[in-house]
C-alpha cells in the first residue's frame, strides 16, 4: 500500500505544471487572505471558514494558508505554488484577487478554485459573496428606532457597488421607522487604517451621529463609539470585545458553512462552478445576539425583518423607492434585480451628499 | 450641506489626538537628525512601542507602564540601527528602511495573541470646574495626559538643544563630525543616545496609537504615521517648536476633511492628502534657498557616515 | 577591546565571503526563530533557501518567477547605484516607479481598443518619462534651491500614491470594474499587455530589459567616462569640479537615470505581472530596491545578486508560510535580520578588526 502510494504521489509530481492533482486521500484546501488573521475583520472571518472546515471535516482534510497577500503577482505566485503542491481547492478571499485567479485556474484545470467576490467564472472558478445587505436592513431598522439626534454615522471604504448598496439598505430601514433620520456619510478611501478610521468615528460624533456603522475592516470604531458612550455595530465579526455597552449588534461574515460544503464537494466529487450569492437564510449572514440597550419590542421586530428577509418575503430595496435625484427606481411592490444591485453606483432618495467619483 | 455641526472646539480636540502620535516621534527623530543621523526606521520603531506598550498596559493594567515599555522597546529596536550604523558603519537608508521591515514583523509576531483586547483606559486631565468652562475648558484643560507630556517633551527638546551645553555637543556631531571629534567630543557616543532618544519617542507615539487613539492593537496600525513623523521633521526645518505647529496641521488636514465629508461636503480626498507632502517641499526649497538660514537649521553631517580614522 | 582598522585596500576575499557569512548568519538567527515559534527550523531554513531552486515540484515554476520579482527591483536598483555613487540620494524610487506606471499605462489605455505593434513601446517609453519628469523635481530643486533631494523624493512617493488614488478613483477607472478602484485589465488589450514571452514561466518583457540594463550599467561604469564622472564627483566632488565634471549636471543625470529606470520598471510592472492600476498597485518595490542596492554593493553584478536573494527570500517565505504555517511576519522578521547581517559584515571588506590593547585613541 505504501509503496504504492508513493509511485502515485510520484506519478503526480511528474504532471507538474499541467497536473496538480494530488492522488493523496486528504483533500488539501489552500486559502489566500489579503490582511493578517489578526485584523479581527474581513480576513479573521475567512480564517474562522477555514478553521471550520477543519473542525467538520477533520483528517479528512488539510488546510494551509498565506496571509497578507497583495492583490497582485504575487498572489498569482502563491496560487500557482499552492496548487503545484497538490493543493486541490483554493479559496481566494479578496475581490482584486480575480484576474489572477482566472490565470492560474487555466493553468490547473483539477485545480478547483473560489473566488470571493468576484464576478468571473470559468469551469474550475466559482465565485461566491454574501448579501451583506440584508444585514443592514436588519441594523438599519434598530439605528432608526434608537437614534435621538437622528443622525447615523456610516464610515465607508470605497465607492464601490457593494458598500453602496449597505449604506442605502441601511438607510432604507432606518428611514421606514424614522422619517427624520439623517445620514452621515465618511469615505477613508482604505479597507483598513485603524487610525483614519478613529478619527472618522470621532468626526462622526462631534457632528452628532449617536450610532456608527462601518464597512470597513477594523473595529477602531467600534473602540471609539465604546469610549465615547455611544452605538455601534459589529462589522464582519462580532466585535463585542471592543464595545461591550456600545455594540447593539452586528452583522457577521460567516464563512464556515458554505466553506464546509464546497469542501465535501471536493470530496464527494460533486463541485461544480456556481454562482453563490447567500444572505441571512443559508447563515452566510448572520445577525449578531442583539445586546440589551435594544428595548425588547424593538428586538422583536428586527428578528422579524430578519426572520422575513431569510424567508424571502421581503427584500431589503422594496419600491417604492426613487433614486436620490427624485426620478424613480422601483415602483410600489417592485423589488430591486440582482442585476441593479451587483452594479449599484447611485444613492436613493434623502441621502446626502455624492458619491465620490 | 451643513457646516454649523462643524464646532472648531470639537475639531482642534480631535485634531490634537490624531497629531499627537506624529507629534511625539517626530520631536524624537529631530534630535535624532540633529546629531547628524537619519534614520528612516520611524516606522518600525513605533509600531515596535505600540505592541510593548499594549502588551505591558494590558498585563499590568497600568497605562502608565505601558507607556515606560514602548519607549524601552523603542530605544532597544533602535539600538540595532545604533550599532549597525555606528559601530559597523552601515548606510543609514538602508539600515533604516530594513529597521522597519524587521519592526514590523517583529511586532506583528509579539502581537499575535493580543489582538482583540482592550487595553485599560488612559486618564484624562479633569480639574473640577476649570475643565468644565465652555471653550476653553475643552481645548486647554481636558485632554488626556499625554497630549500634556507631549508638549513638555517639545518645550523639553527645546531647550536642551538651545539652552545647555549637551545640545550644543549634539548640533556640533551634527553640523561637522569630524570637527567635533577633534574638539573631543565622542560623536559616536552622542549620536546612539541621540538614536536610542528617537527610538524611545518613537515607541512612545506608537503607544499613543495603541492605548489612547484607536485604543487596541491591530498588526500594521500605524498605517505610514512613521514616514509622516519624517515628514515632519523637514517641514519643521528642525525646529522644536514648528514640530507643534506641523504635527496639528498635519493632523488637522486628516481631521477636517473627514469633518468636512461627515458635513455632507463633496471634496477630492486624494488630492487632499498631497497637501501636507506639497506643503513640505514648498516649506523644504524656501529655506534652502536661503543659504545662510539653512545652515542654521538643517544638520550638515545628516545621513554621512563617521568613522573616527586617528 | 575591539579596533576597526581601514584596510589599505578593499578585501578581494571579503568581498565575496561576507555575503555567504551573511546568509549563514541569517539561517542560524533565523533558525532560532522559527525553533521559537515551534517549528522545525531546518526544513524552515530548507523550504526558503532551497525549495524555491532545487524542490523537484515547484522549482520549475519558481526559478523563473525569481527573475520576474526581482527584476523591477534589479532595475530600480541598478539606476539608483548611479546616484548613490555619486552621492546623490534618490530614495523616492518607490514615487518613480508610481508615475511610470500611471504616464505609461493611461498612454496605452488612451488608444484603447486600437491594436497596433507601436502602442506598447509607446507605452515603455512614456512609463520612462513619467518617471524621468518624476525624479526632475527633486533635481531642479536641488540645483536651483540646493533642496534635499533625499527629502523631497521621498515626500514625492506620498504625493505619487496619492496622486495614482485620484487617478483609479477619477479618470482612469475602469468603465467594467463595478466601479472598483482599479483601470481596465491590460490583459484584455493586447496591445498594450506585457505578456508571458515563454509559456508558463511568467517571464516578461521587463524581465529582458533588466537583463539588458545589468549589462549596460557594468559597461558604463566600468569602461566609460560616464562611470568615472559619477565616482569621482561621489569621492571627491570637489575633484570632479576640477576635471571639468559640472556637479547639476551630474545631479540631473543621476536622478534622470534612476527616475527613468524605476518608471519603465513601473510599466513594465502594471502592464505585466499586476495587470492594472489600483491602489494595491505599490508594494514598496521602490524601498526594496535601496536596500537591493546596497547589499550588491552599488556594483550591477551584486545588484543582479542580492536582487535575486531578495526575491529568494520573498517566494521562499510565501512557501514556507502555507508549507508549515508560520505567520507572514516572521517571514518579514527573517528578511529584516538577513539585511541587517548583511549591511553589518559589510564592514570587513574595508576594514579588520584588531584586537587592540588598551590606549588612548
Not at chain 2, 75 to 101: C, D, E, K, W
Not at chain 3, 40 to 64: G, H, K, M, Q
Not at chain 3, 296 to 304: C, S, T, V
Request: hydrophobic fraction near 50%.
Amino acid at each position: 500500500m505504501k509503496l504504492f502510494k508513493t509511485i502515485l504521489v510520484g506519478a503526480a509530481l511528474a504532471v507538474g505544471l499541467a497536473g496538480g492533482a494530488n492522488a493523496a486521500d486528504k483533500l488539501k484546501v489552500g486559502f489566500i487572505y489579503v490582511g493578517p488573521t489578526g485584523d479581527f475583520g474581513w480576513s479573521y472571518e475567512h480564517d474562522q471558514g477555514r478553521l471550520a472546515i477543519e473542525e467538520a471535516l477533520g483528517d479528512k482534510v488539510e488546510t494551509t494558508y498565506v496571509e497578507s497577500v497583495p492583490e497582485s503577482a504575487d498572489s498569482e505566485r502563491v496560487m500557482t505554488q499552492m496548487a503545484l503542491s497538490g493543493t486541490n481547492l483554493i479559496f481566494a478571499t479578496s475581490f482584486n484577487y480575480m484576474d489572477h485567479v482566472l490565470n492560474v485556474a487555466k493553468k490547473f484545470p483539477n485545480v478547483k478554485f473560489e473566488h470571493a467576490t468576484g464576478f468571473k467564472r470559468s469551469d474550475n472558478v466559482s465565485t461566491y459573496s454574501a448579501r451583506f445587505y440584508e444585514g443592514r436592513t436588519v441594523i438599519g431598522h434598530i439605528a432608526g428606532n434608537m437614534t435621538e439626534t437622528n443622525t447615523i454615522g456610516y464610515i465607508a471604504s470605497y465607492p464601490i457597488p457593494e458598500v453602496i448598496r449597505g449604506i442605502n439598505a441601511a438607510y432604507i430601514a432606518a428611514k421606514k421607522v424614522n422619517p427624520d433620520v439623517k445620514m452621515k456619510i465618511v469615505w477613508v478611501f482604505s479597507w483598513f487604517d485603524p487610525g483614519k478610521e478613529a478619527d472618522a468615528a470621532t468626526a462622526l460624533i462631534a457632528q452628532g451621529a449617536d450610532i456608527i456603522m462601518q464597512h470597513t475592516d477594523s473595529p477602531a470604531a467600534m473602540t471609539i463609539a465604546e469610549e465615547k458612550g455611544i452605538y455601534a455595530f459589529g462589522q464582519a465579526s462580532d466585535m463585542i470585545q471592543f464595545g461591550p455597552n456600545a455594540r447593539l449588534s452586528s452583522i457577521i461574515d460567516n464563512w464556515g458553512p458554505y466553506y464546509v460544503a464546497r469542501a465535501q464537494a471536493a470530496i464527494d466529487d460533486t463541485w461544480t462552478s456556481t454562482d453563490t450569492w447567500d444572505g441571512i437564510k443559508p447563515g452566510m449572514v448572520e445577525i449578531g445576539a442583539f445586546s440589551d440597550k435594544v428595548p425588547a419590542d424593538l428586538q422583536a421586530s428586527a428578528t422579524a425583518i430578519k426572520d422575513a428577509l431569510a424567508a424571502g418575503t421581503m427584500h431589503s430595496f422594496t419600491g417604492p423607492l426613487n433614486k436620490q435625484d427624485g426620478s424613480v427606481w422601483l415602483k410600489d411592490g417592485e423589488t430591486a434585480d440582482d442585476g441593479t444591485l451587483a452594479g449599484m453606483n447611485f444613492y436613493v432618495e434623502g441621502i446626502e451628499g455624492e458619491v465620490p467619483q | 450641506m451643513d457646516f454649523s455641526a462643524l464646532s472648531p472646539v470639537a475639531l482642534i480636540v480631535s485634531l490634537m489626538v490624531a497629531a499627537t502620535p506624529i507629534l511625539i516621534a517626530a520631536i524624537g527623530e529631530l534630535v535624532v537628525e540633529k546629531s547628524g543621523v537619519l534614520n528612516l526606521g520611524v516606522e518600525g520603531m513605533m509600531i515596535i512601542g505600540a505592541i510593548c506598550g499594549f502588551i505591558v498596559a494590558v498585563e499590568t493594567g497600568s497605562p502608565w507602564l505601558g507607556f515606560l515599555a514602548a519607549m524601552a522597546g523603542g530605544a532597544a529596536i533602535s539600538f540595532i540601527f545604533a550599532v549597525l550604523t555606528q559601530y559597523m558603519l552601515t548606510n543609514q537608508v538602508a539600515t533604516g528602511l530594513a529597521l522597519t521591515m524587521f519592526g514590523l514583523g517583529l511586532a506583528a509576531l509579539m502581537g499575535h495573541s493580543y489582538a482583540g483586547i482592550k487595553p485599560p483606559k488612559f486618564g484624562t486631565l479633569d480639574i473640577p470646574f476649570i475643565s468644565d468652562i465652555p471653550v476653553i475648558g475643552p481645548l486647554i484643560f481636558s485632554h488626556d495626559y499625554m497630549i500634556y507630556i507631549s508638549l513638555m517633551i517639545v518645550a523639553g527638546v527645546w531647550y536642551f538643544l538651545t539652552r545647555t551645553r549637551g545640545g550644543l555637543v549634539l548640533r556640533a556631531a551634527g553640523e561637522n563630525h569630524d570637527a567635533a571629534h577633534a574638539l573631543g567630543y565622542k560623536v559616536i557616543r552622542i549620536r546612539i543616545m541621540a538614536i536610542m532618544f528617537g527610538g524611545a519617542m518613537a515607541g512612545l507615539g506608537g503607544a499613543y496609537l495603541s492605548l489612547v487613539r484607536v485604543p487596541q492593537w491591530t498588526e500594521g496600525m500605524t498605517a505610514g504615521a512613521g514616514w509622516i513623523a519624517l515628514a515632519l521633521v523637514v517641514f519643521a526645518s528642525w525646529k522644536p517648536w514648528r514640530i507643534i505647529l506641523g504635527a496639528y496641521l498635519f493632523g488637522g488636514i486628516t481631521v477636517l476633511q473627514l469633518n468636512l465629508q461627515a458635513a455632507g461636503a463633496n471634496i477630492p480626498v486624494a488630492y487632499l492628502s498631497m497637501t501636507p507632502y506639497l506643503v513640505t517641499i514648498i516649506v523644504l526649497v524656501i529655506m534652502s534657498a536661503d543659504k545662510k538660514r539653512t545652515s542654521l537649521n538643517a544638520p550638515a553631517c545628516l545621513g554621512r557616515i563617521f568613522h573616527a580614522s586617528s | 577591546m575591539f579596533k576597526l582598522e581601514r584596510r589599505p585596500s578593499p578585501s578581494n576575499a571579503m568581498v565575496v565571503l561576507t555575503p555567504v557569512l551573511a546568509v549563514v548568519l541569517t539561517m542560524i538567527a533565523g533558525g532560532i526563530l522559527f525553533a521559537i515559534l515551534g517549528k522545525n527550523p531546518f526544513e524552515a531554513i530548507r523550504i526558503i533557501f532551497w525549495d524555491p531552486l532545487f524542490n523537484e515540484v515547484v522549482a520549475s515554476y519558481t526559478r523563473p518567477q525569481l527573475l520576474v520579482k526581482a527584476a523591477p527591483l534589479i532595475t530600480i536598483a541598478l539606476g539608483l547605484s548611479f546616484g548613490y555613487r555619486a552621492n546623490i540620494w534618490n530614495i523616492g524610487a518607490e514615487g518613480q516607479f508610481i508615475m511610470g506606471a500611471i504616464a505609461g499605462g493611461a498612454v496605452g489605455l488612451a488608444f484603447y481598443p486600437t491594436e497596433s505593434v507601436l502602442i506598447f513601446p509607446l507605452m515603455v517609453l512614456a512609463g520612462a518619462i513619467g518617471g524621468f519628469l518624476w525624479a526632475m523635481i527633486p533635481a531642479f530643486l536641488k540645483i536651483k534651491f540646493n533642496a534635499n533631494e533625499i527629502l523631497v523624493s521621498l515626500m514625492l512617493v506620498y504625493v505619487a500614491i496619492n496622486f495614482l488614488g485620484a487617478m483609479v478613483t477619477g479618470p482612469l477607472r475602469s468603465p467594467v470594474g463595478m466601479n472598483f478602484p482599479v483601470s481596465r485589465n491590460f490583459n484584455e488589450y493586447p496591445s498594450a499587455y506585457n505578456g508571458e514571452l515563454v509559456a508558463n514561466t511568467g517571464l516578461h518583457m521587463g524581465v529582458l530589459v533588466t537583463l539588458a540594463a545589468v549589462i549596460v550599467a557594468y559597461i558604463l561604469l566600468k569602461h566609460h567616462i560616464f562611470g568615472f564622472q559619477v565616482r569621482t564627483a561621489g569621492q571627491s566632488p570637489r575633484a570632479a569640479k576640477f576635471s571639468g565634471v559640472n556637479p547639476n549636471i551630474t545631479v540631473a543625470i543621476c536622478l534622470g537615470i534612476s527616475g527613468g529606470l524605476a518608471g519603465m520598471a513601473g510599466l513594465f510592472e502594471v502592464t505585466g505581472p499586476a495587470g492594472k492600476l489600483s491602489t494595491n498597485f505599490p508594494l514598496g518595490y521602490g524601498f526594496t530596491a535601496i536596500i537591493v542596492a546596497f547589499l550588491g554593493r552599488l556594483n550591477p553584478i551584486g545588484i543582479m545578486l542580492a536582487g535575486l536573494l531578495m526575491a529568494l527570500t520573498y517566494i521562499g517565505g510565501e512557501l514556507a508560510q502555507f508549507q508549515l504555517s508560520v505567520p507572514a511576519a516572521s517571514i518579514q522578521v527573517f528578511q529584516g535580520m538577513l539585511l541587517f547581517f548583511m549591511l553589518a559584515v559589510d564592514i570587513l571588506v574595508n576594514f579588520r578588526i584588531r584586537l587592540a590593547k588598551k590606549e588612548v585613541a
